[in-house]
């Protein structure tokens, strides 16, 4: 029998990005309260449908940039000025996952440094960086006296899973300095891994740990006070990706 396309029934791919960022010490996920249907008036991730002349990739750079206006960084050039770090997280194809046709989601991670109060923008309503335990709380999201309900579509589910990326991959990678700026110090890397997991760290044995594997950390020759106190030296990323030992998340 001849291939007949429209034997098939209408199918579409979406990327849907877990963007997060470190805020007022504690991790921060940028949601969007929908505009039109369907989940209208609810808080979702952003995101949106990929074009016909897209990669994957490219997509989500396209949603990135006109939700946030950060690029991607690109790693096989030098560091690039508000960049972020984009991978992508995982596939999405429950059959029901999206009530006007069927939607496989693609989505992506993307990490950066502290954040300014985002705009709103497409078919988005309202904006807003929130912490990541307010969005995954039991019974949904809601504040300043709006009703309280569960994140649009699965995005529940995809944020959850993006922020577990983020926690495990902090252990043995260089992707904390993700959320740092290109020149930082040991304590703002430590405040990064704070947020991220929720606990807090000895001061001490962080540092010993960071600086224990060559080419984690590169010294840049400068200090600052911007934390108070004395000055204290400045980092940037190295290139060693790997951190060994790990550093091992603590129980909570």
């Known amino acids: 029998m001849p291939y007949d396309p429209s034997a098939f029934p209408p199918f579409a791919v979406t990327v849907d990005l877990v963007v997060l960022t470190v805020r007022r010490h504690s991790l921060c996920a940028?949601?969007?309260?929908r505009g039109e249907p369907p989940f209208q008036g609810r808080w979702a991730l952003p995101?949106?449908?990929v074009r016909a002349d897209e990669d994957l990739a490219q997509a989500a750079a396209r949603e990135l940039a006109e939700e946030?206006?950060?690029?991607?960084h690109d790693p096989s050039v030098p560091a690039q000025d508000n960049g972020a770090h984009l991978e992508q997280l995982a596939t999405y194809g429950d059959p029901k996952r999206d009530p006007r046709m069927r939607v496989v989601s693609v989505a992506h991670l993307a990490l950066a440094p502290d954040l300014p109060a985002p705009r709103a923008g497409g078919d988005a309503s309202n904006v807003r960086w929130a912490p990541v335990e307010e969005l995954l709380q039991?019974?949904?999201?809601?504040?300043?006296g709006e009703p309280v309900a569960p994140l649009a579509f699965d995005h529940a589910q995809i944020l959850a899973d993006g922020v577990e990326r983020a926690r495990s991959k902090i252990e043995y990678s260089s992707l904390a300095t993700a959320f740092c700026p290109p020149e930082f110090t040991v304590g703002e890397l430590r405040r990064v891994y704070e947020a991220?997991?929720?606990?807090?760290?000895?001061?001490r044995n962080?540092?010993?740990?960071?600086?224990?594997?060559?080419?984690f950390l590169v010294p840049t020759g400068g200090?600052?006070?911007r934390q108070g106190g004395r000055p204290a030296q400045l980092f940037r990323a190295g290139g060693a990706t790997l951190l060994n030992p790990p550093m091992l998340r603590p129980e909570v």
């Open 30 to 33: 940028l949601a969007v309260r």
């Open 47 to 49: 995101g949106g449908f």
């Open 68 to 72: 946030t206006g950060l690029r991607a």
């Open 138 to 144: 039991q019974g949904g999201y809601g504040r300043d």
């Open 196 to 203: 991220v997991w929720g606990v807090a760290l000895d001061p």
């Open 206 to 215: 962080f540092h010993r740990k960071v600086t224990g594997t060559p080419g």
């Open 223 to 225: 200090t600052t006070t």
